[in-house]
Structures are given as structure tokens and as C-alpha cells.
């Protein structure tokens, strides 16, 4: 996974209890996951200029920690999966903590499709684009042999939904909240 998305949670990211809406994550999310796709010349700036658009076609979250106004959020992205017509995105965004640690937010995938910009029917990636995005998906190897690619926060092993059980459930964390100790 690479890095390189940062932001500062601002008010309007706010719900009325002072916490980032859980709907926000989702633009978060994308936000993260073109930057990095255009930080590999993969981006909507390479897909326009090949007379393809992408359009979202899943998005899955699971949500782990609660953001609050002014926290710092980062992400960690990868290219998970490259097909003929689509491609999905691995994201975590997580909270820089004042120790340097970081907290998990959210985890998830976002996988996007091909389509002709005239008609909006699914249409192959083309083919330099798709070589580009089996580029920068290196982590691939490493998971399909079962070795964690990437140490998460604390140095625990953590994941994106590929690596639970679909619909296992796990234990819901504390609600970060402004002024609380952590």
C-alpha cells in the first residue's frame, strides 16, 4: 500500500455531535483512491485523455474509529484487482496520531468500470492504462501466498475486507470524542 493522501477534517465534515458523518468516509475514500491512481499517471486525467470515463460501481466500508473537526487523516491505498473493463481499490484511512501512531477509521474497497463517455456502456480499459494499474498492484503476490504485505497501526496485521469472512462481525471500537483522552 502507498501513502501520500492527507487531510484535516474541517466542521462541514461534522455531524451535530461533533463527529465526521459516516457518509463522509465514502469521499474520503475516493478522494484518496484517484490521487493515488493519478500519482501512478493512472488517473481520471490519463482515462479522459483515452476517451474513457470511470464510473464507481461497488463501494464497501467498514467502519472501525471515529474522526473528529481538525484531526489529521491519511490513507493507505492499493490496486487490489485489475480485470478487461474494471479495476478496485483497497483504502484505510486512518487518524495521525500526536505520538506518530495511527488510529484505522475505515477500511474498504471501491472498485470502478470502463465506460464510453457518449453512451456510458462498460468498454475494455485500454490496454496501456491496464498495464499501468498491474504496475502498481505489487501487493497482489503477497496476499494471494498468504503473506501479510503491509504491518498495520501498532504492529498488528490488518487487512481490507478481502481477509475476513464476509459479514463476520467484530467488536465495535470506542468513539473517539473531542477532548477525550485516548
Known amino acids: ?43 481520471l486525467t490519463a482515462f479522459s485523455a483515452a476517451g474513457v470515463d470511470l464510473v464507481a460501481t461497488d463501494l464497501r466500508v467498514t467502519y ?9 487523516i491519511v490513507a493507505d491505498t492499493r490496486v487490489d484487482h485489475v480485470g478487461a473493463a474494471w479495476f478496485a481499490l483497497a483504502v484505510r484511512l486512518l487518524r495521525a496520531e500526536p505520538d506518530g501512531l ?3 477509521l475505515v477500511t474498504g474497497d471501491l472498485a470502478f468500470a ?8 462498460p468498454v475494455p480499459l ?3 492504462l ?9 501487493d497482489a ?4 501466498s ?20 464476509p459479514g463476520a462481525r467484530t467488536p465495535s471500537p470506542p468513539v473517539h470524542r473531542p477532548g477525550a483522552g485516548p
Open 102 to 104: 495511527r488510529t484505522p
Open 64 to 72: 472501525l474509529n471515529s474522526a473528529v473537526y481538525r484531526d489529521v
Open 126 to 128: 485500454p490496454a496501456p
Open 146 to 165: 498468504g503473506t501479510p504485505s503491509h504491518p498495520g497501526p501498532r504492529g498488528a496485521t490488518t487487512g481490507h475486507l478481502g481477509h475476513r469472512r
Open 141 to 144: 503476490a503477497h496476499e494471494r
Open 130 to 138: 491496464r498495464k499501468t494499474l498491474r504496475g502498481i498492484a505489487p
Open 114 to 121: 470502463a465506460v464510453d463517455p457518449g453512451t456510458r456502456r
Open 1 to 43: 500500500m502507498s501513502g501520500g493522501f492527507c487531510t484535516r477534517i474541517e466542521h462541514v465534515d461534522t455531524d451535530a455531535t461533533g463527529i465526521v458523518h459516516f457518509s463522509r468516509y465514502a469521499s474520503l475514500m475516493e478522494t484518496a483512491g484517484t490521487e493515488h491512481l493519478e500519482a501512478h499517471h493512472a488517473g
